[in-house]
């Protein structure tokens, strides 16, 4: 079965550090990819997404992410992080012919340290 | 435009009791969804609709059932709620032209 895989349950970096966040989707097709974030207590907010083209997306809020074919990957980046990064990060895919339906990684949960 | 709400934001259930989440859009989206989040598992697809009067089965359709009997409404049912459905529960919409789906601000659940 398609499957989204987020390695890293639990990351901490310090305020101003660079941040990545890992992606992996399984083998195949290249699906479309995105990564939402989610806030304590809020829904989720796309931060960018891939369908085709230039493989360095850039998104909402400083972030961008780079995809890799040869690797299966969708990674998310930040140079600097800022306090109010601190949330929950998902990495979602479409796979070719599931209807639409998205795919979701198990997401991330990021801490940001003063 | 409000965009994707849900009702109500936080419910708790005894076990075997029912109830009924509503989602609303005002995105006029043809495709609305219904996902469930547990810690560690992402989210999971509970039902889909494609359409005004069409829904299908998701991931994890067991206990669950949904109604689109207008466009901007997806109704998810719990006819015997059980301690397994205690889980956050999000509503999504998008539109046929587009993959971005737009999520609602979610409803915790909790089934004692």
Redesign the interface.
């Known amino acids: 079965a398609q499957s ?1 895989t ?1 390695p890293d ?1 639990h990351i901490t970096v310090s305020e101003g550090a660079s941040l990545e966040l890992r992606c992996n989707y399984s083998y195949g097709a290249t699906p ?1 990819l ?1 990564w ?1 974030v989610q806030s304590p207590g ?5 931060l960018l ?1 891939y ?1 085709s083209g230039d493989t360095l997306v850039q998104g909402i809020k400083g972030f961008e992410a780079e995809f890799k074919r040869s690797q299966s990957s969708f990674n998310l980046r930040k140079p600097s992080v800022h306090w109010s990064d601190a949330a929950e990060y ?1 990495c ?1 895919a ?1 796979f070719y012919n599931q ?4 795919i ?4 991330t949960e990021l801490s940001v340290k003063p | 435009n409000a965009g ?1 709400t849900q009702t109500p934001k936080f419910r708790v259930l005894k076990t075997g009791q029912s109830m009924t989440l509503l989602c609303a859009q005002d995105m006029n989206h043809e ?1 609305m ?1 219904w ?1 469930r989040q547990d810690p ?6 509970i039902h ?1 609709s ?1 359409g005004e009067g069409t829904t ?1 089965k ?1 991931e994890v359709p067991d206990g669950y059932n949904v109604s689109r009997l207008k466009k901007q409404n997806f109704l998810l049912g719990l006819e015997s709620a059980a301690p397994s459905q205690t889980s956050v529960y ?1 509503c ?1 919409s ?1 539109s046929g032209g587009e ?8 409803t915790r659940l909790t089934v004692t």
């Open positions: 989204v987020q349950i479309y995105f939402y809020q829904g989720l907010q796309l997404k369908f998902f979602a479409r209807g639409g339906k998205l979701f990684g198990q997401g | 994707v495709y969804y996902y560690g598992m992402g989210l999971r697809l889909y494609v299908a998701g999000f999504a998008r993959y971005e789906q737009y999520f609602g601000p979610g």
